[in-house]
């Protein structure tokens, strides 16, 4: 008989897939980071707790496109400022991918507020055009021209914070209390260029980093990096307090609530 695809794998056929994925390369994507200030008030409202707004008021949108042998990717991400126990990091709001691969292994593992969407990024010369967009609306776009050089920064290590949750089957709530994730990046740097010009936030009723206006543009760079993550479940999170979030995972607020009707079949 042929073998059944979805039929079990082999302990040494899992234990294959484990060993090529620990001796990935280092992977280099070229991408557009816009950090600026934005109003206080806003980004506070955005974390849930347990976390925290930072010293400063900030949003970062990071733009990058990766040239992977036959699988071109685009990942980008707008996140915020955030503290979790004495610990300064970016919560995450969106992150559009353009390959449901990528999408998939982030949220299931990671609980990263992944989406599909197209990321794009131009250079042509010392013009730069970089942009998230979902639904035809490009709701991050950054446009400008490269200036010049900056020094490259030492190897980094920094921290994104998740919510890794799963809707509970009747529409009410959790099956579980949520999970904070802390996802440490270690990330290196080879190329850098700092760019003048300005960011630009569309509004979108699916992607609404526009109530996170550009009140000072501090910084607007193009540089090559590359990265790794490994992420550690820090805390069970209380339901009620997340539960008023949630929407920002989905496109239709209703989806979290959307629990099947009695003696329905699905």
């Known amino acids: 008989m042929a073998r059944v695809r ?17 001796k990935l390369p280092d992977i280099w994507s070229t991408g557009v980071v816009a950090l600026w200030e934005s109003d206080p008030e806003a980004v506070a409202a955005v974390l849930p707790p347990p976390l925290e707004p930072a010293g400063r008021p900030l949003v970062r949108a990071n733009i990058s496109t990766v040239e992977l042998p036959g699988y071109p990717l685009g990942a980008g991400s707008v996140s915020v400022a955030a503290v979790h126990d004495g610990h300064e990091g970016w919560y995450p709001l969106v992150m559009p991918m353009t390959h449901e691969r990528a ?39 950054v446009r400008g021209a490269v200036v010049g050089p900056l020094p490259l920064p030492e190897p980094a290590e920094k921290l994104d914070f998740y919510f890794k949750f799963l809707p509970a089957v009747d529409g009410e709530g959790f099956d579980s ?15 850098l260029e700092r760019i003048s010009g300005d960011v630009v936030l569309r509004e ?24 790794d993550q490994q992420g550690r479940a820090v805390a069970r999170v209380s339901a009620k307090d997340l539960l008023p979030y949630v929407h920002q995972r989905y496109d239709d607020p209703q989806q979290i609530h959307d629990g099947p009707p009695e003696g329905s079949v699905r």
């Not at 082999?10 to 620990?22: Q, Y």
């Not at 009140?215 to 990096?225: D, H, N, P, S």
């Open 177 to 191: 209390d949520p999970v904070l994730i802390h996802c440490t990046r270690h990330e290196k740097v080879r190329r």
């Open 103 to 141: 999408l998939i292994g982030g949220r299931e593992v990671f609980g990263e507020p992944k989406k599909l969407g197209e990321v794009t990024v131009e250079r042509d010369g010392l013009v730069v055009r970089a942009a998230l967009a979902r639904h035809g609306i490009a709701f991050v776009e």
């Open 6 to 22: 979805y039929g079990a794998r082999t302990a040494a056929e899992i234990a294959a897939a484990r060993a090529a994925r620990s």
């Open 204 to 227: 979108s009723v699916y992607d609404p980093v526009a109530d996170l206006p550009v009140r000072r543009l501090v910084e607007l760079t193009i540089g090559e990096k590359t990265s």
